[in-house]
């Protein structure tokens, strides 16, 4: 099992800026990935930006969030970032950290709580 503690979100104005952050503890793999997904009511979950363990790292952002936020990764910490930037509006939704375990035989994921992020004026 691994647990995901996570901090930040808030009420900020457009064009502002938010950092969210991410622990996981546990039962963690040398090979991981973590990131955020964020979903607003009636719509998917979908991922926001994603990163994975090891020297060769692999990101992965959404398309309507590159060039205005930045994930990164404390390994020794097992902790994850998202740096969040140039907010708008549309960025308003329940962001969720999210962590994956892959084993040689299987995979598990694993999701935080949930913490808001609202951008209004």
């Known amino acids: 099992q691994v647990q995901l503690v996570e901090s930040g979100g808030g009420l900020v104005q457009p064009g502002g800026s938010l950092r969210l952050s991410c622990s996981a503890s546990?039962?963690?793999?040398?090979?991981?990935?973590m990131g955020w997904y964020r979903q607003v009511p009636g719509k998917q979950r979908e991922l926001v930006a994603s990163?994975?363990?090891?020297?060769?790292?692999?990101?992965n952002y959404a398309d309507s969030v590159k060039g205005r936020f930045t994930i990164s990764r404390d390994n020794a910490k097992n902790a994850v970032h998202l740096q969040m930037d140039s907010l708008k509006p549309e960025d308003t939704a329940v962001y969720y950290c999210?962590?994956?375990?892959?084993?040689?035989?299987?995979?598990?994921?694993?999701w935080g709580q949930g913490t808001q992020v609202t951008v209004s004026s």
């Open positions: 546990g039962l963690i793999s040398n090979m991981n990935a």
């Open positions: 990163l994975t363990s090891g020297s060769g790292r692999v990101y």
């Open positions: 999210w962590f994956k375990n892959y084993w040689p035989d299987r995979q598990f994921d694993y």
